[in-house]
């Protein structure tokens, strides 16, 4: 494939571009970039590729649309990549998110905070490293997902398959999506959610119809359904609804990120928190990615939500993992629950 051979060009040439395939779609898309040079955004008023971090106090790169080299494929599945690999458990990166979920949770009890998002960064000594393999095997696996990879050489190499929307938008029609809940695909018809699943679930719903009220007619918010996304499950709610002509677009990104699926409740509480006992810097990790097109002629966005994602950095993958703590959660779950969440990366990795 063209964008294949352009994505090993720039990489070995130290050219930023970024390659992806949206959800339940057959073409990969890819924007080549000539120079590198650093180019960032605060108003979303260019067309192009945003990279956005999680902190929105830090900057958001944009790779501009007119100075970019555009190419469009049909992707054709090519990698066998049925077989799942099994990785050593690090003991010391469990006590350490074990006794940060405790934490968490005494936060939780002793405050107004409803839930927080903790995660962690978990690294893996690559043997060897191939990125258009990896790439390739991400695409194979996750065909419901953003599959992506991001690269700059002053930022880093980036991968991700992530299932959540953050928001698309047409005109003022835009949709968005309350995902939260987890546990492991089994197989099964009937999917059982305990109650601490439904009420983080809710608890995000609940957010983003608030936070959109003010902005935002004619909102529908449909009823939470089980979706899957690799191996795992969620529970996933789809919301709609009109931009109201005193609104703007980046009212409503403003509105939406960090949703509580990545931060928690009070938002501002609940960063604050994360901010100061993670004990490493989330990056792009959660943050939001994905096209901005501000033309007369095709006035829409779309963004993802940066999960299942990892940074690889001379031969070492960096992958970021997390999940959503509530007064009723468990540690040892909470830490299992982890555990399947780093199976997206680590299954491409060898």
Same mark, same amino acid.
């Given at each position: 494939?063209k964008?294949?051979? !352009?994505?090993? !060009?720039?990489y070995?040439l130290?050219?930023?571009f970024?390659?992806?395939?949206?959800?339940? !779609? $057959?073409?990969?898309?890819?924007?080549?970039?000539?120079?590198d040079?650093l180019?960032?955004?605060?108003?979303f008023t260019?067309s192009?590729?945003? =990279?956005?971090?999680?902190d929105e106090?830090?900057?958001?790169?944009?790779? #501009?649309?007119?100075?970019?080299e555009?190419?469009?494929e049909?992707?054709?599945?090519?990698?066998?990549?049925?077989?799942?690999? @099994?990785?050593t458990?690090?003991?010391?990166?469990k006590?350490e998110?074990?006794?940060l979920?405790?934490?968490?949770?005494? %936060?939780?009890?002793n405050?107004?905070l409803?839930k927080?998002?903790?995660s962690?960064?978990? %690294?893996l000594?690559?043997k060897?490293f191939?990125?258009?393999?990896?790439?390739?095997?991400l695409l194979?696996k996750y &065909?419901?997902?953003?599959?992506?990879?991001?690269?700059?050489p002053?930022?880093g190499?980036w991968f991700?398959?992530t299932?959540?929307?953050l928001?698309e938008i047409?005109?003022? $029609?835009?949709?968005?999506? @309350?995902l939260?809940?987890?546990?492991?695909?089994?197989?099964?018809?009937n999917?059982?959610w305990?109650?601490k699943?439904?009420?983080?679930q809710?608890?995000?719903?609940?957010?983003?119809?608030?936070q959109i009220?003010?902005?935002a007619?004619?909102?529908?918010i449909? !009823?939470?359904?089980?979706?899957k996304?690799g191996?795992?499950?969620?529970?996933?709610?789809?919301?709609?609804?009109?931009l109201?002509?005193? @609104?703007?677009?980046?009212? #409503?990104?403003?509105?939406?990120?960090?949703?509580?699926?990545?931060?928690?409740?009070?938002?501002e509480?609940?960063?604050?928190?994360?901010? %100061?006992?993670?004990?490493?810097?989330?990056?792009f990790y959660?943050?939001?990615?994905?096209?901005i097109?501000?033309v007369?002629?095709? $006035?829409?966005?779309?963004? =993802?939500v940066?999960?299942r994602?990892?940074?690889v950095?001379?031969?070492?993958?960096?992958?970021y993992?997390?999940?959503?703590?509530?007064?009723?959660?468990?540690?040892? &779950?909470?830490? %299992?629950?982890?555990?399947s969440?780093?199976?997206?990366?680590?299954?491409v990795?060898q």
């Amino acid at each position: 494939m063209k964008i294949f051979d !352009k994505i090993n !060009k720039n990489y070995h040439l130290k050219l930023p571009f970024v390659a992806y395939r949206k959800p339940n !779609k $057959n073409k990969v898309l890819g924007k080549f970039l000539k120079t590198d040079d650093l180019v960032f955004t605060s108003s979303f008023t260019e067309s192009g590729f945003v =990279f956005a971090p999680f902190d929105e106090q830090r900057n958001t790169i944009l790779f #501009l649309e007119k100075e970019a080299e555009s190419l469009e494929e049909d992707y054709i599945e090519s990698v066998n990549t049925t077989e799942n690999f @099994s990785f050593t458990e690090n003991n010391s990166s469990k006590e350490e998110h074990i006794a940060l979920v405790e934490k968490a949770i005494k %936060q939780i009890e002793n405050s107004d905070l409803k839930k927080i998002v903790v995660s962690r960064k978990e %690294q893996l000594q690559l043997k060897e490293f191939d990125i258009i393999k990896i790439y390739q095997k991400l695409l194979d696996k996750y &065909k419901t997902a953003f599959v992506y990879v991001w690269y700059h050489p002053k930022i880093g190499l980036w991968f991700g398959a992530t299932p959540e929307t953050l928001l698309e938008i047409k005109d003022n $029609n835009f949709k968005t999506m @309350s995902l939260a809940g987890t546990q492991p695909y089994k197989n099964e018809e009937n999917v059982v959610w305990g109650n601490k699943e439904i009420e983080e679930q809710q608890l995000v719903t609940d957010f983003i119809e608030n936070q959109i009220k003010d902005i935002a007619e004619n909102i529908f918010i449909e !009823k939470a359904k089980t979706v899957k996304a690799g191996t795992l499950l969620h529970l996933k709610s789809k919301v709609k609804g009109e931009l109201s002509k005193s @609104s703007s677009f980046i009212s #409503l990104i403003k509105a939406l990120h960090p949703t509580p699926a990545v931060c928690g409740l009070p938002r501002e509480k609940a960063k604050a928190f994360i901010l %100061q006992n993670e004990n490493y810097t989330r990056s792009f990790y959660t943050g939001f990615l994905g096209e901005i097109n501000k033309v007369d002629d095709q $006035n829409s966005s779309h963004l =993802f939500v940066n999960l299942r994602c990892m940074e690889v950095t001379n031969n070492i993958a960096s992958i970021y993992v997390g999940g959503g703590i509530t007064k009723d959660s468990i540690p040892l &779950k909470e830490w %299992q629950e982890t555990i399947s969440k780093t199976a997206t990366m680590k299954n491409v990795l060898q």
